[in-house]
């Protein structure tokens, strides 16, 4: 079965620091992993996925994660955070090969906040 | 470019009723997905559809269903209502069933009361 786990449900940064968020997977085959965001009463936007091409992927607004197959390890990360990054995110995996790449099973979420 | 459009936004049921909600996807999308957000269970797949043909299902009670039409538009309905069913029902498109990239409506908020 596959599944992830989000270290930390809420973190907090300063303004202009790193933004750091943690995620670990489980998969018995290759899986796809993405990060999600969700902003107050909105739905969820895609950040950035992978699958299985190149381990750094990046994505829009300045974020980034590494794939780290030994570590079984997605971390999202941004090197400098920004008040409009206060959010929600979610650590998202798929097993296309399995249960389809559109059945996404979600970590529970980490709540951003930027302090300014 | 209009994104996935879900109606009703809030509503309001009673415990043994019905709801039927409806999502319409992003143009040229042939893939609809539906998740449940609760506080306490976070984000749970409901149910793919893509063709018209239901693709994959998560591990939900039979009270909860689905459609799709030709036109790619979607439905869910959960039947005999129940407390726990309160939750916010996200749909999400997507041009195909293989890439995981999923465009979220802004979700359909139940309460039951």
């Known amino acids: 079965a596959q599944s992830v786990t989000q270290l930390g449900s809420h973190v907090s940064v300063s303004e202009g620091a790193l933004v750091l968020l943690r995620c670990n997977y489980s998969?018995?085959?290759?899986?796809?992993l993405f990060w999600y965001v969700q902003y107050p009463n909105q739905g969820l936007q895609l950040l950035l996925k992978?699958?299985?091409?190149?381990?750094l992927v990046k994505g829009i607004n300045g974020f980034e994660a590494e794939f780290k197959k030994s570590e079984t390890s997605f971390h999202l990360t941004k090197p400098s955070a920004h008040m409009s990054d206060a959010a929600e995110y979610f650590c998202a995996v798929s097993v296309p090969a399995q249960t389809g790449a559109n059945n996404l099973f979600f970590g529970t979420g980490t709540r951003l906040t930027v302090i300014p | 470019k209009a994104g996935v459009t879900q109606t009703p936004r809030y509503l309001i049921k009673t415990r043994g009723q019905q709801v039927t909600l409806s999502c319409s996807p992003i143009s040229g999308h042939r893939s609809v997905s539906w998740y449940q957000q609760t506080p306490g269970q976070g984000l749970q797949f409901l149910f793919e559809?893509?063709?018209?043909?239901?693709?994959n299902k998560g591990n939900f009670p039979g009270r909860f269903s689905g459609r799709q039409f030709s036109n790619s538009r979607s439905e869910m309905n959960v039947s005999t209502l129940e407390l726990g069913d309160s939750a916010l029902y996200l749909c999400?498109?997507?041009?195909?069933?293989?890439?995981?990239?999923?465009?979220f409506g802004e979700g359909s908020r139940l309460t039951v009361l």
């Open positions: 992978y699958t299985s091409a190149a381990t």
């Open positions: 999400a498109s997507s041009r195909t069933t293989n890439t995981g990239e999923l465009f």
């Open positions: 559809y893509f063709s018209e043909t239901q693709r």
């Open positions: 998969s018995s085959v290759p899986p796809y």
